[in-house]
T-cell receptor, first 112, second 109 residues
């Protein structure tokens, strides 16, 4: 693989269920990010990680958690999904701060 | 909060020039990105400005004025494949980007 992969591509989920969105990069980038994209609101940062073992909160972190056990993987977990979490989720990575971010293909999540 | 404004939509003719403006009022500034996003796809990097002035890259140019909180993306010799959304994003902190809502450009034959 080259770049960033995300899984699943799309998912329909019942409210209250737990869900983990997966993200893997093979560019050995230090920093990784999770965004959600909603019509009219643009991309909003959920959580980020500047290096393996550390994470930080973005603009809209409530209801989401992340972990960064190694350089390549950055999963996003919804502990108990709610309909307002229906969105397209993009994972991204960058070599370091201020560098361009490379985006994965996205996961379309629908919470009913 | 962060305030990044772009026009919602623009339409132009193939071969023409279009300028997409972006104004920002943010808690911090460490540079500005422009990304292109085709419908149903991921954003892809176009340009980065951190100093005032014009950066040219082929048919695309980007301008920044930090004192005015203003940037624009100039697309020249428009092609049908340029129909996409264009996203302005400000680096507000070391690892944090704040995005505008995006400008959808439609290129007509």
């Amino acid at each position: 693989i080259a770049g960033i992969t995300q899984a699943p591509t799309s998912q329909i989920l019942a409210a209250g269920r737990r869900m983990t969105l997966r993200c893997t990069q093979d560019m050995r980038h230090n920093a990784m990010y999770w965004y959600r994209q909603d019509l009219g609101l643009g991309l909003r940062l959920i959580h980020y990680s500047n290096t393996a073992g550390t994470t930080g909160k973005g603009e809209v972190p409530d209801g989401y958690s992340v972990s960064r056990a190694n350089t390549d993987d950055f999963p996003l977990t919804l502990a108990s999904a709610v309909p307002s979490q229906t969105s397209v989720y993009f994972c991204a990575s960058s070599e370091r701060e201020y560098n361009e971010q490379f985006f994965g293909p996205g996961t379309r999540l629908t919470v009913l | 909060g962060q305030n990044i404004d772009q026009p919602t939509e623009m339409t132009a003719t193939e071969g023409a020039i279009v300028q997409i403006n972006c104004t920002y009022q943010t808690s911090g500034f460490n540079g500005l990105f422009w990304y292109q996003q085709h419908a149903g796809e991921a954003p892809t990097f176009l340009s980065y400005n951190v100093l005032d002035g014009l950066e040219e890259k082929g048919r695309f140019s980007s301008f920044l004025s930090r004192s005015k909180g203003y940037s624009y993306l100039l697309l020249k010799e428009l092609q049908m494949k340029d129909s996409a959304s264009y996203l302005c994003a400000v680096i507000i902190d070391d690892y944090k980007l704040s995005f505008g809502a995006g400008t959808t450009v439609t290129v007509r034959a």
